[in-house]
């Protein structure tokens, strides 16, 4: 069965660092992978995702991840956080691209100045 | 990018009514919706697909007598929770599926609609 685990529940970084987000997936075949992010009473929004190809995918507002196929892994990274990018953080993967996604439990990303 | 609308975005019942949330993509037309329920701190759980024009696909453990969902029209899916209870209780969530492809399949996510049963 498909599932994707996040290690971290919350992560606290200061302006300005840098960061990385774990993610951890389980899956059968080629998975198709995502990242999610979730403000505060909202819905989502993907930040980016891999379904082949280039294992180092970007995606938006400076984020980037890596899919190590070895490892089961898609980790999220971003060289320099800002204080708006405090928020939720879904990994999530899917047999076809989004189609019937799981999602993981999430990191709440802090950010202090 | 795609465009998902919820309604209402919060909604208070008493214990027993029955609630209706819809999910509308608002530029583009979807064959198949998803319906989540996220708990306070926690993550999405998938209730169902929405399928126009046919039965949804309910996720096990998901009672389909207390979670009813129509998919009336290719923009519109609804979620109807019956005689609800404080247990009810959640952020619902929904997304419409774009298939571009097997490349550029993509969910577009609804802003959600919170629920609370007193």
Sequence with gaps: ?113 | GAVVSQHPSWVICKSGTSVKIECRSLDFQATTMFWYRQFPKQSLMLMATSNEGSKATYEQGVEKDKFLINHASLTLSTLTVTSAHPEDSSFYICSAYVSGGEETGELFFGEGSRLTVL
């Design chain 1, 1 to 113: 069965a498909q599932s994707v685990t996040q290690p971290d529940i919350h992560i606290t970084v200061s302006e300005g660092a840098s960061l990385e987000l774990r993610c951890n997936y389980s899956y059968g075949a080629t998975p198709y992978l995502f990242w999610y992010v979730q403000s505060p009473g909202q819905g989502l929004q993907l930040l980016l995702k891999y379904f082949s190809g280039d294992t180092l995918v970007q995606g938006i507002k400076g984020f980037e991840a890596e899919f190590k196929r070895s490892q089961s892994s898609f980790n999220l990274r971003k060289p320099s956080v800002h204080w708006s990018d405090a928020a939720e953080y879904f990994c999530a993967v899917a047999s076809t691209g989004g189609f019937k996604t799981i999602f993981g439990a999430g990191t709440r990303l802090f950010v202090k100045a």
